[in-house]
């Protein structure tokens, strides 16, 4: 992304944190990498985005897991009489990597622990057999990686066992956050957020999914997303929530002028209407699976709900007549839905019904959404969210219901850019300084003087020996004036500015100059 394409961007995020400001939201920043486990229970191993579009990997150095260091030593040694571990991240130690010292046979051996051999960890050997007496102690060194030539000639004097162990058991997997709301649950859960009532968090930021790439589809992707959660009692649960968060978004989206947007709205029931609704569709996809793509086929059987995310055309006049989720909403959450219908209408925010909406991540209970927009083809939702009431509960937390979305940002950049172009938010600079040889210092100061006044300047220098480079750069860099720092100027302090539009120069005296250049 370059600019001016980025003050496009820079644009959209102004307009979208002075909107959240107005609805009283606050930021969160949450990690760009989380455990997989974290995805896998929050949106679901059914979905396409943990099935198949998460970038997932084994990291081997998972620091100072000493319950699993000490089963090691258990296993390899089990005449082991006492253990002392040293931990890396205490003051007194003075090791970066983790070490224990393990008493056996009677004689303390000194155990540095590596995933990946490094010098540090062999010089963390060296250093502790200079301190320690050698008749005492013996040095092991347990890793996975060989121990290469350089590193024998490291060790060489000291009396080092290296072994070539795996430690894959104290591996974990890491993934790139596919999505923001699992992150932001379990920051609510870690942090005991329902201490603070109901929570109107937003973020920004990138996404990845390892999906097959063309316009409005990335494998990184930048999100502006929202969520509203609490403990039930701080009105988490509550209607005018929903309703509020999807008036925000129509805000939005008119005051960045895209006005030509489509909001489809549906309610997917409680988790225990959901499991009746999943029940029927698995009864109606019995004797019809077979006549569908393999991706229903297996769905049909592990979460039938996800069948109805389905793309593939052939498929469509199957889906169309399976039982619909509306039919299976029971009395409460129809009169949730109801209530949001309400408020929206009364407050002007007009909407689509679409029961066939269910959304593409098992989390989702009671009000779904999506924004659509037509100038983006096939990739046309810009936002979508819902409800999560049992997310909390699903990853070890308390409850607490929420509701939030995301917005595609690359998506939403790409509406507004044929009304909007890049070039018409880009602010150019006011003026140009071109100093005259020798006066850069000159040339500096005035320039340090005008950019306190909030004028973007651009500040030349004097190896263009000719005004006309000079007049070149300033054309170049879009710049309203060219200001010439010139000997004479700087004597008599008044200095000659020119309107690069008009050809008009004037000499205007220094104590005017920021005034004559924002008039
Ligand atoms: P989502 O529908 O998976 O929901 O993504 C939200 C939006 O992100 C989509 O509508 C789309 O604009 C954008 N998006 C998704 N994938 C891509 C991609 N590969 N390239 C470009 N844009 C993409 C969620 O992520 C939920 N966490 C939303 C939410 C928040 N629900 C409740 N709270």
Not at 25 to 41: C, G, H, S, V, Y
Not at 306 to 315: G, I, M, N, W, Y
Not at 367 to 375: C, L, P, Q, V
């Amino acid at each position: 992304m370059l600019p001016p394409d980025t003050a496009l961007w820079n644009f959209v995020e102004a307009a979208v944190r002075d909107v959240f400001r107005a609805y009283n939201f606050q930021e969160i920043r949450t990690p760009i990498f989380e455990a997989t486990e974290l995805f896998a229970r929050g949106v679901g191993e059914e979905t396409d985005i943990v099935s198949k579009e998460m970038f997932t990997w084994e990291d081997g150095a998972k620091a100072a897991d000493y319950a699993v260091y000490k089963r090691w030593i258990t296993t390899r040694f089990p005449g082991v009489s006492a253990f002392q571990q040293i931990d890396p991240d205490t003051a007194e130690s003075q090791s970066p990597v983790p070490t224990m010292s393990v008493q056996l046979d009677g004689k303390w051996n000194f155990i540095v622990f590596v995933y990946r051999l490094t010098a540090q960890a062999v010089l963390e050997l060296k250093i502790a057999s200079e301190q320690l007496d050698n008749n005492k102690y013996e040095f092991r060194l347990v890793t996975a990686d060989p121990l290469p030539d350089s590193f024998r000639f490291l060790v060489g004097e000291v009396a080092v066992i290296t072994e070539r162990v795996s430690l894959d058991i104290s591996s974990q997997l890491l993934t790139l956050r596919p999505e923001n709301t699992a992150g932001v649950v379990r920051a609510y859960i870690q942090n005991k957020l329902w201490d603070r009532g109901l929570n109107k968090l937003y973020y920004i930021g990138p996404q990845f999914r390892r999906e097959r790439p063309q316009k409005g589809r990335y494998r990184q992707f930048y999100q502006i997303g929202a969520e509203v959660i609490g403990p039930p009692a701080s009105g988490s649960e509550s209607p005018a929530r929903d309703a509020e968060v999807l008036e925000m978004l129509a805000t939005l989206l008119d005051r960045l002028g895209i006005t030509d947007w489509n909001l489809e709205l549906n309610s997917v029931g409680s988790s225990q209407e959901r499991v009746k609704f999943n029940e029927a569709l698995r009864v109606a996809l019995a004797p019809l699976k077979d006549k569908m793509c393999a991706d229903c086929q297996r769905r049909a059987v592990t979460n039938p709900l996800r069948v109805l995310d389905c793309k593939v055309p052939e498929d469509q006049p199957i889906i169309e007549k399976l039982p619909r989720i509306t039919d299976f909403l029971e009395e409460e959450s129809r009169k949730h839905f109801d209530a949001v219908q309400d408020i929206l209408t009364k407050t002007g925010v007009r909407f689509t019904l679409n029961p066939r909406l269910v959304r593409g991540l098992d989390y989702y209970t009671r009000t779904a959404f999506e924004f659509t927009h037509g100038a983006l083809g096939a990739q046309n939702a810009i936002l979508g969210g819902g409800r999560y009431d049992g997310l909390s509960e699903a990853l070890g937390g308390p409850a607490a219901p929420g509701i939030g979305f995301a917005i595609g940002e690359d998506r939403l950049v790409m509406s507004l850019q044929e009304k909007t172009p890049a070039e018409s938010v880009l602010r150019k600079p006011d003026v140009y300084i071109a100093p005259m040889a020798g006066m850069n210092a000159d040339a500096a100061k005035l320039a340090r003087e005008l950019r306190r006044h909030d004028l973007v300047v651009e500040l030349g220098d004097d190896s263009f020996r000719k005004l006309k480079k000079s007049f070149e750069a300033a054309e170049k860099a879009g710049a309203k004036y060219i200001l010439i720092v010139g000997e004479n100027e700087v004597k008599s302090d008044a200095f000659a500015l020119k309107n690069l539009a008009t050809g008009e120069q004037i000499s205007v005296p220094r104590a005017e100059l920021a005034q004559k250049i924002q008039d």
